[in-house]
Nanobody, 129 residues
Framework: QVQLVESGGGSVQAGGSLRLSCSTE????????VGWFRQAPGKERQWVAV???????IYADSVKGRFAISQDNAKNTLYLEMNNPKPEDTAMYYC???????????????????????WGQGTQVTVSS
């Protein structure tokens, strides 16, 4: 099972930028569907973005045009670049992974948290106005 570790969270002002990282050990991240989720206090964990094994990217409407998911295969690390964050983006952010064969329709269909089999511990992002 792939082990995921997030980092890069913290406090940022609205309109600023922040980059989250998700690293792995003992496995190759590029062989998985990988995504970012977030969970605000008292709310369900929601999908933010997914990166397919062919490097196509899909975003939730709430972050489209502001956030960017990418992957550095040489560093075996997944990123979430948060540009122009808003106070409503405040949440614990998690990276997650699942083998493409386990997702009907492939990584482009991996929007649902129940599909993912590996999760990091989360990194907190707080956006102030």
């Amino acid at each position: 099972q792939v082990q995921l570790v997030e980092s890069g969270g913290g406090s940022v002002q609205a309109g600023g930028s922040l980059r989250l990282s998700c690293s792995t050990e003992g496995d190759t991240l590029s062989s998985y569907c990988v995504g970012w989720f977030r969970q605000a206090p008292g709310k369900e964990r929601q999908w933010v973005a997914v990166l397919s094994s062919t490097s196509s990217t899909i975003y939730a409407d709430s972050v489209k045009g502001r956030f960017a998911i990418s992957q550095d295969n040489a560093k075996n690390t997944l990123y979430l670049e948060m540009n122009n964050p808003k106070p409503e983006d405040t949440a614990m952010y998690y990276c997650a992974a699942v083998r493409p064969a386990a997702v009907a329709g492939g990584c482009a269909s991996a929007f649902t948290k129940r599909l993912y089999t590996a999760w990091g511990q989360g990194t907190q992002v707080t956006v102030s106005s």
